[in-house]
C-alpha cells in the first residue's frame, strides 16, 4: 500500500472513530477482544475493568449520551467473565454490581459537566465574537467613512454574529420609519422602501413605544405586517436606536422555522448592536450640523474677507495718498482697485472742468471714454445725474436704461453703480463701475464700497495741490540732499585727511590724497598743486597729463598762466578750453586740456598755493557746483597745512552733529556692518558712560550690561540682518521689560546705508515709544469686554463663556451652572447713601464673589445690581447650590459705606445644564426666573429652577421654614435695582 493510500484510510479511521456509531462499534469489538482473552488465553477476568475507561471517556466527550450505548456490551462481557472465571462467585457478582453502579453513576456526572462545559465554552466564544464584531465596527465610526457603509457593515455584522441572514434596518424620517437597509429574504423591503407608521410592524411598534420587541412566533404577533413575504420569519429581535433622547431608527434580526427562537443572549447581542448603530445615526446627524455650522461660517468669513479686502484695498490707497503718490496714478489705482473689489469689468472716473465732466480714468470696456476724452454735462447719463443730484445712482441694466450714453460700446453694460466725489458740498466728479450684462447687480455692502472710495477720490482731488507743493518741496530736498552728499564726501576726504594728521602723515602725502579724491569725485584724470615758495609758485603735486609739472618742479611766476592769475586776484578762475585760452602757458604738453579750474589756498588770511583740476577736450566743463567742490577742495588742502586748525574745525562741526543729534525725541543708532555700535545718542542711551562704554559693543553685550533680556538682542539681530541682506528699511514693534518689571513698546526703523557699489556700509536705527498709545489700545480692548465699575467681565464676555462651557460639558459629560445674583433693596441704598455709595458697594459685592469662586468659575456683571456666576465641571445640582450657599455667605458681613455699615443681602437663582440644553441664552434665561422667583418668596435665598414644576411653587434648598409664595395678583420684583 502506498503512502497515500495509508494516508487516506488512516485519516476515514479517524473521521469515523470520532462519530458516536463509531464509537459504539469500536467499544464492542473491545468488550468481545475482552472476554476471549479472559476464556482463552488465561488473563485474568479482573482486566475486564478497563474496559470502564472508554466508557468514561465517550461520556465526557460527546453530548448525547453515547455512554448508555456502551454499557450493555460492557457489562455482558464483564459478567460472563465474571460468572465464567471467578472461584467466588458470590463476592465476584457482588463487586461487580458495585462496579456496574460506580461506573454507571460516574458516567452520568461527567456527561453532565462536559454538557456545562460545553455550553460555557460556547457563551464565551460567542461573548468574544460579539465584542470583536463590536470592536471592528467602532473602529470603522472613528475611522470614518459614510455612515451608510457603517449602517450596513452593523447589519451584516449582527446578523452574521446571530447566524441569520435575515434583517434590515428602519431609520426616522419625518412622521414615518422607511426602511434603508435589508439582507437575505427582506431585501425587497429595501428596494421598495417600505414605510411603516408608528405601532406598524416591528419596526413602528418599536418606534411608538422606545422599547426593545422579542417575538417568539411572528405569524401569530399582533402587529405583523400582513405580507406573504414575511411567512418565513419564525421569531424576531427589534431594537430601537436611539439618539439625542429620541428614536432615530429601529435595528431588526429575523429567524426562520428551522432555527432556534432567541435567547437573551442574543437578545443582548442585537441591543449592542443597535447602540452602535444608534451611536453612528448619531454621529451622522451631528456631521451634517457641523457641515450647516461650517457653511454658515464660511458665509460670514467670506463677509469678513470681502471687508478686509476693502479695508486692505482702503489702507493701501490712504498709504499711498499720504506718501504723495502721482496724482494721476493715485487716481488710477482708485479705479482699478475699486473696480477689482467689486468684481466690475469696467469703469471709470470723470473728473470736472468748468461747465463739463471729463473722463480721466477707464477700465474695461469704459477705456473707450479716457481714449475719446467724453465729457458730460449735468443729467448726461449716470454721471450726469449724479452731478445734479448729488447721490449715488445705481441701475440693474446699463445697456437697457433709458438714460444711457448713445454709445455703441456700452451696449453689453448691466448692473452700474455711479457714486460722487465732493470737496466740501460741491461735486468735483463721479466714480462709475459697472458688470457685463446677466451679472448679478450691486448689494447695499458693494454701494457702501464705492462710496468709500469715492471718498478717497475726494481726498485726493481735495490734497492734489499739497501734492503738488510737496513734489516741488521733495525736488528742493533731492537737489539739497545732492549737495549734502557732495558735502559729505567732502567731509569724508577731512576726516581721511584728518586721520593721516593724527597718524603722523606727512603734508605731501596728505595733498597727494586730497588731489586723487578731487579728480575722482569731479571724474577729472588731470590735477596738481602748486606751492609758493620763494616768491615764485613750484608743482609740488601732478597726475595726468600735469604728472611732468610735479617731477620737473615747474615754477610760475605772478600773472602768469591759471595759477598765477589766481595768485594775483586771489578768486578762483573757470576756464571752459584751456588749451585755447590765450594766457595759457606755453608748454605743448598742456595741449590736450579742456574744461579747468583753479583755486587759491590760503592759510591765516595769507595766500600760499594755488590747486587746480582740469578734463579732457573732450568732455564737458565743470559746472558750478563743480567748481564749488573744487573750492571746498582747495580749502581742504589749506586746512592741511593747518592741520591744528583743522582738528579744531572737525571737532566743532562733530559736536555741532551730536549735540544736534541728542536733542532729538527718538532714539537714534549707528551700527557698522557687524551690528556693532559706532554711535548712540542721548534718547538711546542717557547714561554718558554707557554710551561711551557701547560703542565698538553689539546688543548682546549691551543687554547683558543693562540687565535687559537676551530674547530682545536675538530679535533685533534678526532685523539688523534681514535689512543688510535685503538693502531695504525695515519697521517693526519692539517691547522690552524695564527694570521697574513694566513693559514698554517701541516702533523701530532699520535703514540699512548703501554705497555707490550697492554695498550695505552701516545701518541706522530709529526708534520711537509708543508705549501711552500701545497702553491706550490694551485699555480700549479690555473695556470692549469688562465693566468698567467693577473690573468683571461684561455680558459679552460671559455669554462667550458660557457658550464654550457648553460645549466642553457635551464632550466630557460634565455638567454646568448658571447663578442669578440680584442685590435685595438695593434701590434703598442708593436713595439713602447716593450713587457714589451704590457703586463702592458694588465694587465690594464684586470682590466678595471672586473671592469665594475657585479660579475657573466666572463672575460678571450684567447690569445695575445683577451678578451672574457661571460654575464648570460640576456633576449635579447639589454641587451648584453649594456654590449658591457660599455667595449668599459672602453676604452675611456687613458692607461699610460712607462711613456706616450696611447689611444687604441677595437672591440667587439657579439654573443647571441638562444634555437637551444647547443655548447659553435660555440657560441664563433659566437662571434669571429663579432668581425671580427666589425674590418673590422673600428675598436672602436661593432657588433652583425646575421647569416641571409650575414656577409659583419652586422652592429652593436654601429658602427658610415657613416660606409661602407670593399670594396671587402681587407683582414681581422690579429689575430697576430696588431688589
Not at 559706532?678 to 565698538?696: C, F, I, K, Q, T
Amino acid at each position: 500500500m502506498s503512502d497515500e493510500a495509508f494516508r487516506r484510510v488512516a485519516g476515514r479511521a479517524r473521521a469515523w472513530a470520532q462519530q458516536p456509531q463509531g464509537w459504539v462499534a469500536a467499544y464492542g469489538t473491545l468488550c468481545a477482544g475482552a472476554l476471549v482473552a479472559v476464556l482463552r488465553l488465561g488473563v485474568p477476568y479482573s482486566a475486564v475493568v478497563l474496559l470502564a475507561g472508554p466508557v468514561l471517556l465517550a461520556a465526557a466527550r460527546f453530548e448525547r449520551r453515547v455512554y448508555a450505548l456502551m454499557l450493555p456490551p460492557a457489562a455482558s462481557a464483564t459478567l460472563l467473565a465474571v460468572v465464567l472465571r471467578a472461584p467466588d462467585l458470590r463476592e465476584a457478582l457482588v463487586a461487580w454490581g458495585g462496579l456496574a453502579v460506580t461506573v454507571a453513576a460516574s458516567s452520568e456526572l461527567l456527561y453532565r459537566l462536559g454538557r456545562s462545559h460545553r455550553v460555557a465554552q460556547e457563551q464565551l466564544r460567542r461573548r468574544a465574537a460579539l465584542l470583536d464584531a463590536l470592536h471592528t465596527t467602532t473602529v470603522r465610526l472613528l475611522g470614518g467613512g459614510p455612515s451608510e457603509d457603517l449602517l450596513v457593515h452593523v447589519l451584516r455584522r449582527a446578523c452574521a454574529l446571530l447566524e441569520t441572514p435575515h434583517g434590515n434596518l428602519f431609520l426616522a424620517e419625518g412622521g414615518r420609519m422607511r426602511c434603508r437597509f435589508a439582507l437575505g429574504a427582506t431585501r425587497w423591503m429595501q428596494e421598495e422602501g417600505i414605510e411603516v407608521l408608528p405601532g406598524q410592524g416591528l419596526a413602528g411598534h418599536v418606534w411608538q413605544t422606545g422599547k426593545p420587541v422579542v417575538v417568539g412566533d411572528y405569524a401569530r404577533w399582533e402587529h405583523r405586517i400582513p405580507d406573504p413575504r414575511l411567512d418565513f420569519v419564525r421569531s424576531a429581535a427589534a431594537m430601537p436606536l436611539v439618539g439625542n433622547g429620541r428614536v432615530t431608527g429601529v435595528i431588526v434580526v429575523l429567524r426562520e422555522a428551522s432555527h432556534p427562537p432567541f435567547t437573551a443572549d442574543d437578545v443582548l447581542a442585537v441591543e449592542r448592536f443597535a447602540e452602535v448603530a444608534s451611536l453612528v445615526v448619531q454621529n451622522s446627524d451631528l456631521y451634517r450640523r457641523t457641515e450647516r455650522e461650517l457653511a454658515r461660517r464660511r458665509q460670514a468669513e467670506a463677509q469678513l474677507r470681502r471687508k478686509h479686502d476693502l479695508l486692505r484695498a482702503l489702507h493701501a490707497t490712504t498709504e499711498e495718498l499720504l506718501s504723495g503718490t502721482d496724482f494721476d496714478s493715485l487716481l488710477v489705482a482708485i479705479v482699478h482697485r475699486a473696480t477689482g473689489l467689486l468684481t466690475a469689468t469696467h469703469g471709470n472716473l470723470y473728473l470736472r472742468e468748468g461747465d463739463v465732466m471729463r473722463c480721466r480714468v477707464g477700465v474695461g470696456a469704459a477705456r473707450w471714454a479716457q481714449q475719446a476724452g467724453v465729457c458730460l454735462r449735468p443729467g448726461e447719463g449716470m454721471v450726469g445725474r449724479v452731478w445734479e443730484s448729488g447721490q449715488s445712482f445705481v441701475v440693474d441694466d446699463y445697456a437697457a436704461w433709458p438714460g444711457r450714453l448713445p454709445f455703441p460700446e456700452v451696449d453689453d453694460l448691466g448692473p452700474a453703480i455711479t457714486v460722487p466725489l465732493r470737496v466740501g458740498p460741491e461735486v468735483v466728479g463721479a466714480l462709475f463701475a459697472a458688470r457685463s450684462r446677466g451679472e448679478r447687480g450691486f448689494t447695499d455692502e458693494e454701494v457702501d464700497a464705492a462710496t468709500r472710495f469715492a471718498h478717497l477720490a475726494s481726498l485726493v482731488l481735495n490734497s492734489a495741490s499739497l501734492y503738488r507743493a510737496a513734489r516741488e518741496e521733495l525736488e528742493r530736498r533731492t537737489q539739497a540732499e545732492e549737495r549734502l552728499r557732495r558735502r559729505q564726501q567732502l567731509l569724508e576726504a577731512l576726516h581721511v585727511t584728518t586721520q593721516g594728521l593724527l597718524s603722523g602723515l606727512g603734508t605731501n602725502e596728505l595733498l597727494h590724497a586730497i588731489v586723487r579724491r578731487a579728480c575722482q569725485l569731479l571724474d577729472s584724470a588731470h590735477g596738481n598743486l602748486y606751492l609758493l615758495e620763494d616768491g615764485v609758485l613750484r608743482c609740488r603735486v601732478g597726475l595726468g597729463n600735469m604728472a611732468w609739472a610735479g617731477q620737473e618742479g615747474l615754477t610760475v611766476r605772478r600773472g602768469e598762466g591759471m595759477v598765477g592769475r589766481v595768485w594775483e586776484s586771489g578768486q578762483p578762475l573757470v576756464v571752459e578750453d584751456y588749451s585755447a585760452w590765450p594766457h595759457r602757458l606755453p608748454d605743448p604738453r598742456f595741449d590736450g586740456l579742456g574744461g579747468a579750474v583753479s583755486v587759491p589756498l590760503f592759510a591765516s588770511g595769507q595766500f600760499v598755493g594755488a590747486f587746480s583740476v582740469a578734463r579732457d577736450r573732450a568732455c564737458p566743463p565743470f559746472s558750478a557746483d563743480e567748481v564749488e567742490t573744487v573750492v571746498r577742495f582747495g580749502q581742504l588742502a589749506s586746512l592741511v597745512l593747518h592741520n591744528a586748525r583743522v582738528t579744531q574745525a572737525v571737532d566743532e562741526q562733530r559736536a555741532f552733529y551730536e549735540e544736534l543729534l541728542d536733542h532729538v525725541p527718538s532714539d537714534i543708532a549707528v551700527l557698522d556692518r557687524q551690528f556693532r555700535y559706532l554711535y548712540l545718542n542721548r534718547s538711546a542711551v542717557r547714561d554718558p558712560e554707557l554710551r561711551r562704554w557701547a560703542v565698538g559693543r553689539d546688543d548682546f553685550e549691551l543687554c547683558a550690561r543693562v540687565g535687559q533680556d537676551r530674547s530682545v538682542a536675538e530679535r533685533r539681530r534678526r532685523y539688523l540682518e534681514q535689512a543688510a541682506a535685503e538693502g531695504r528699511t525695515l519697521e517693526f514693534e519692539e517691547e522690552v521689560r524695564g527694570r521697574d518689571g513694566k513693559s514698554h513698546f517701541f516702533l523701530r526703523r532699520i535703514h540699512p546705508v548703501v554705497d555707490r557699489d550697492g554695498q550695505v556700509t552701516r545701518l541706522i536705527g530709529y526708534g520711537v515709544n509708543i508705549t501711552d498709545r500701545k497702553r491706550a489700545e490694551l485699555r480700549l480692548a479690555h473695556l470692549a469686554l469688562h465693566d468698567a465699575l467693577t473690573g468683571l467681565p461684561n455680558r459679552s464676555l460671559f455669554m462667550d463663556r458660557l457658550q464654550h462651557a457648553l460645549d466642553r460639558a457635551r464632550r466630557t459629560g460634565n455638567r454646568v451652572a448658571v447663578l442669578f445674583v440680584d442685590l435685595d433693596r438695593f434701590k434703598a441704598v442708593n436713595d439713602t447713601l447716593g450713587h457714589d455709595a451704590g457703586d463702592r458697594l458694588l465694587q465690594q459685592v464684586a470682590d466678595r464673589l471672586r473671592a469665594c469662586l475657585r479660579a475657573c468659575d466666572t463672575v460678571a456683571r450684567l447690569a445695575g445690581d445683577e451678578f451672574t456666576v457661571l460654575v464648570e465641571e460640576i456633576v449635579g445640582p447639589q454641587d451648584a447650590q453649594a456654590v449658591a450657599w457660599r455667595v449668599q455667605e459672602a453676604f452675611r458681613q456687613p458692607f461699610h459705606l460712607a462711613g456706616q455699615t450696611v447689611r444687604v443681602t441677595a437672591s440667587v437663582g439657579i439654573a443647571v445644564s441638562t444634555p437637551d440644553l444647547h443655548s447659553p441664552e435660555d440657560l441664563l434665561r433659566r437662571s434669571d426666573t429663579a432668581m425671580y422667583q427666589a425674590k418673590a418668596m422673600g428675598r436672602n435665598r436661593s432657588l433652583l429652577f425646575d421647569e416641571a414644576v409650575p414656577s409659583s411653587t419652586q422652592e429652593g434648598a436654601g429658602a427658610p421654614a415657613g416660606t409661602r409664595p407670593p399670594a396671587p395678583g402681587t407683582s414681581e420684583p422690579s429689575r430697576s435695582g430696588t431688589g
